[in-house]
């Protein structure tokens, strides 16, 4: 069950979503409630072609099908930074302009981005250019002795926790190096570069917090946990400060509480982009993107 924050009126928007790969003329079955939702506050939904665009091809052909307007927010499968100010530019030459730019969209979708704002509140990291072994050495000794959990700029792959993601010691390089290429292998494309963060130990499921416009206006189970609703004093007001610094459109906030009983930041993700869990209804969601 999802807490709502704040709410605001509708305002008249395109709501962008990805279409079903074999039915091209429905949304995608993941986004269709969201696209059902804004179609009954009465924005107009349009489809676009993500695998298109997260190819960078045909980019003009993959959103024809999006109308000219004032005002659009995506809601939709993950884009690389190159490729939504692409999908940006191609929407901007028509006159529809997305709330979140091109510029803000890397600043909240690549790590390197938000980090900075919110270093006190979150693990310790440092991170390479590119996947070179000197570089990954070199962000090990500038973090400095002890475990640390490897991503890169923009996703973990938590799930091979062993393997891909938790580094026991990072003063142990050539130990190191062999879970960055593991990594590597899995993930494919590593964007950006690898981020290695100081492990903290975390107690109980992630929370999601959905902020617009720097308000937080939802806290929500996280979708990987989305039975273990957050505690009713779950207090994000003192990351609010934070978070306006940003001059952030929407995004999410995940959140954990570390052994010691402080919550952390343990992901700053671009909102529209970010996984809606199940307990959080379409409509609720859709509600909150109205600017008051």
């Known amino acids: 069950m999802a807490r709502a924050l704040r709410s605001g009126k509708h305002g008249p928007v395109i ?80 006159g529809t302009v997305l709330r979140t730019d091109a510029a803000r969209y890397r600043r909240a979708h690549e790590l390197p981005g938000w980090y900075a704002a919110l270093a006190d509140v979150t693990p310790e990291t440092a991170w390479t250019v590119g996947t070179d072994r000197a570089d990954f050495e070199r962000a090990c000794r500038e973090l400095g002795a002890g475990p640390a959990v490897l991503r890169d700029y923009t996703k973990s792959m938590k799930h091979y926790w062993d393997e891909a993601a938790f580094v026991p010691d990072v003063a142990d390089p050539a130990a190191a190096w062999r879970v960055a290429s593991r990594f590597a292998e899995l993930r494919e494309h590593v964007e950006g570069g690898f981020a290695l963060r100081r492990f903290e130990r975390f107690v109980g499921a992630e929370a999601r917090s959905w902020w617009v416009d720097g308000t937080c206006r939802l806290v929500t189970a996280h979708p990987d946990t989305p039975d273990a609703a957050p505690p009713a004093d ?53 509600g909150v993107l109205a600017r008051p």
């Open 15 to 94: 709501l962008i979503v990805p279409h079903d790969v074999m039915r091209p003329r429905r949304p995608d079955e993941h986004f269709a409630a969201e696209a059902d939702a804004a179609r009954t506050a009465g924005w107009t939904v349009a489809l676009v072609d993500h695998d298109a665009l997260a190819a960078g091809e045909g980019v003009d052909r993959a959103t024809a099908r999006v109308p000219a307007g004032t005002d659009a927010v995506y809601r939709g499968w993950m884009l690389s930074s190159t490729r939504y100010a692409g999908f940006a530019d191609a929407l901007g030459a028509r």
């Open 234 to 286: 779950l207090e994000t007001r003192p990351f609010a400060p934070l978070v306006a610094g940003l001059d952030l459109a929407f995004v999410t906030l995940d959140l954990a509480l570390r052994a010691d009983g402080v919550w952390r930041v343990i992901e700053l993700g671009d909102g529209q982009v970010s996984d809606r869990p199940a307990g959080l209804a379409a409509d609720e969601l859709i």
